[in-house]
């Protein structure tokens, strides 16, 4: 028998997996359906896992938009209410997450009105390490140090963090 002749040795087994025949149709619907269960293992086990969220980034956005709507309020009112504001934020932030608040207010290059706080369950906690240097505070939490340069006028500042399976989380304006 020459390769090319359309007889065939009957003695051997001449699969054919074009999809025209039966045969070949057969192996085709196997293929894909074994590649369906494999990948429906493979979305399953992805899905399964529980990934926690940070929500330090999106709370910095929050907190931009809403503070400078109750600074812009304070400075058409004559009057600021940032101690309400602040600890209404840190209960909506939730547990897990800490919030540090700077607020000044400056004039004419003095600094008055400092404060630098937090809060833990509506009480609010002035344990946070900071100082003052030349219109600079520079605040320690958690073994680092962020620095905020104070502006002339209202000065509000905060710091976001969150701890996620032994890794820090930092978000700030």
Known sequence: MKIGDKEKNPRFFYPSFSPKTRQGQFYMLAAVILI?????F????????????????DLKKELETESARELDRGALSGTYNLDEFTQ????????GVDIIYITADVSSGIVSNLQ???YEYDVKLT???FS?????????????NYYYKLR???NFYFLVSQYIGGEKYVARN
């Open 88 to 95: 209404n934020f840190s209960s909506h932030a939730g547990s």
């Open 152 to 154: 002339e006028g209202k």
């Open 132 to 144: 003052k240097n030349a219109g600079v505070v520079n605040v320690n939490w958690g073994g680092s």
């Open 36 to 40: 369906g269960i494999v990948l429906s």
């Open 127 to 129: 344990d946070v390490v």
């Open 42 to 57: 493979i979305a399953t086990a992805n899905y399964s896992r529980k990934a926690e969220t940070t929500k330090v980034y």
């Open 116 to 118: 630098v706080y937090r």
